[in-house]
């Protein structure tokens, strides 16, 4: 059961989005931003799951143009563009390159240190079970990123978050002895991350720090009500978060909770893709689909 996020990521569970042609005269897509990603999830809601699925999954064949109304994107925008086909791994190798290469020439290039840390964490989950030496190496480096960026900009909150991040999902793959000595310094990160924007990546701090109220022992602060408190307060501002229902759905499992369990898994299934989110969500889904067969298939 993952640490901090949902996990398995892996090429067999998604849509084989290498097996999608573009249309003949695609255009560009571009990130979407600021107010108009309401819209665009409502555009998306409306197409139906089939549709909206292989409209997120076909995100990696059209992000990652380098010029956008003519004029050509600096290394770190063009990353972005890549991030944001993540579904496929060869998007996120690209992202990467662009983003060494901006810290090669700049070291103190806070942009691009922080975003080196979040891909990094993205190619650890996606080979966590099938390599997990290869895995550690990108949490690894993830956090080699992340504590960069940290040192660079102290009170900025990407930083803190994905260095906390990454933290936590190398303990979990060294053990639970050394995740146990590793537990404070991600509190800390997630400490930071709430005090600086309690918003940020969807009130991320505040639910990283649920998570480890569920998966910490008593004697490390372990406290399976304040998750859930903590839980309950993200999902009053961001409802459709599938990482805060995951997670809910843990701890009412653990205290017996069964009903509400398996309606905060059932919902997960029903959720429109988010194009921000569209990697997660599959990989959430999924999931949300295991913990229904192993604990509801026999009506326990």
Same mark, same amino acid.
């Given at each position: ?43 998306? =809601?409306?197409?139906?799951?089939? &549709?909206?699925? &292989?409209?997120? =999954? ?37 992202? &990467? ?136 307060? =993200? ?9 805060? &229902? ?25 959720? =429109? ?28």
């Amino acid at each position: 059961m993952p640490f901090l996020q949902a996990r398995g990521l892996q090429s067999g569970q998604q849509v084989p989005i290498e097996r999608i042609k573009s249309p003949p005269g695609a255009r560009t897509l571009r990130p979407v931003v600021g107010d108009s990603r309401s819209e665009a999830r409502r555009f998306v =809601c409306a197409l139906g799951p089939t &549709l909206a699925a &292989l409209l997120i =999954c076909s995100l990696p064949l059209f992000a990652a143009s380098p010029e956008r109304t003519g004029v050509r994107l600096s290394r770190v925008a063009m990353a972005d563009d890549y991030y944001l086909g993540r579904a496929k791994l060869s998007n996120v190798d690209q992202s &990467l390159q662009l983003l060494r290469q901006s810290v090669t020439e700049n070291s103190n290039d806070y942009e691009a240190w922080w975003r080196i840390s979040r891909s990094e964490n993205f190619l650890g989950r996606a080979h966590d079970d099938s390599d997990p030496q290869a895995a550690m190496q990108a949490f690894q480096a993830g956090i080699e990123a992340g504590q960069r960026a940290v040192r660079l900009q102290p009170n900025r909150v990407e930083g803190h978050l994905w260095l906390g991040v990454n933290y936590g999902l190398l303990a979990e793959e060294q053990g639970w002895i050394k995740g146990l000595r590793l537990l404070d310094t991600v509190r800390n990160e997630m400490e930071a991350v709430a005090r600086i924007n309690s918003d940020y990546e969807q009130a991320a701090g505040e639910r990283t720090l649920a998570r480890l109220y569920y998966r910490a022992p008593f004697f490390k602060g372990g406290d399976k009500q304040r998750s859930i408190q903590l839980l309950q307060d =993200c999902l009053k501002r961001y409802p459709q978060d599938s990482f805060a &229902l995951l997670y809910l759905a843990d701890d009412y499992l653990a205290l017996g909770r069964r009903d509400e369990a398996r309606a905060l898994l059932e919902q997960i299934l029903n959720l =429109c893709p988010d194009p921000q989110y569209g990697p997660e969500l599959v990989a959430n889904q999924a999931e949300a689909h295991q913990r229904l067969q192993q604990e509801f298939r026999s009506g326990k």
